[in-house]
């Protein structure tokens, strides 16, 4: 890899960590809104959650990681949403739902702290898929 290619790429992780992390708030205001102010089981909420936040964060990534890419193809967007959520939707929702009760009832960590643990370990892989898949 050349030495401007790794810098895009570093600087595109940036973009895709800052989106991710506005994305945590999201998710995180979400799930404590369903699971502690509406009383909802904190599976439910969690995928609600998640959802929330594969939403915020495509929109942002179209518009600030990737508009350099995405800009080119506008028509398409609808395109790279199925596949948004067909990569990062089914690792944030499926990694979420796998882990939370690892985390939750084996670990006995709070809920909140367990899905911020969820996040991360999701992260690398949703970078990686979105770079490739859905906006490469």
Same mark, same amino acid.
């Given at each position: 890899? @050349?030495?401007?290619?790794?810098? $895009? #790429?570093?600087? @595109?992780? %940036? ?5 991710? #992390? #506005?994305?945590?708030g999201? !998710?995180?205001?979400?799930?404590a $809104?369903? $699971?502690?102010? &509406?009383?909802?089981? *904190? &599976? ?10 594969? %939403? +915020?964060n495509?929109?942002w +990534? ?5 508009a350099?890419?995405? !800009? $080119? ?8 949403l199925? *596949? ?9 929702l499926?990694?979420? #739902? ?6 939750? +009832?084996? &670990? @006995? %960590?709070?809920v909140l ?5 969820s996040?991360?370990?999701c992260?690398l ?7 490739e898949?859905?906006f490469?």
């Amino acid at each position: 890899m @050349r030495i401007c290619d790794f810098k $895009a #790429l570093a600087l @595109r992780w %940036l973009k895709f960590n800052a989106v991710g #992390l #506005l994305g945590v708030g999201v !998710q995180l205001a979400a799930l404590a $809104a369903l $699971a502690s102010g &509406l009383r909802m089981d *904190y &599976l439910p909420a969690t995928a609600v959650a998640v959802e929330a936040a594969i %939403l +915020h964060n495509f929109w942002w +990534h179209e518009r600030y990681t990737w508009a350099d890419r995405t !800009q $080119a193809a506008a028509g398409r967007w609808v395109r790279r949403l199925a *596949y948004f959520h067909a990569t990062n939707g089914v690792i944030s929702l499926g990694g979420n #739902l796998l882990l939370m009760p690892i985390f939750v +009832h084996a &670990l @006995r %960590l709070p809920v909140l702290l367990a899905n911020l643990a969820s996040i991360a370990i999701c992260s690398l892989v949703n970078f990686a898929a979105s770079e490739e898949l859905v906006f490469g």
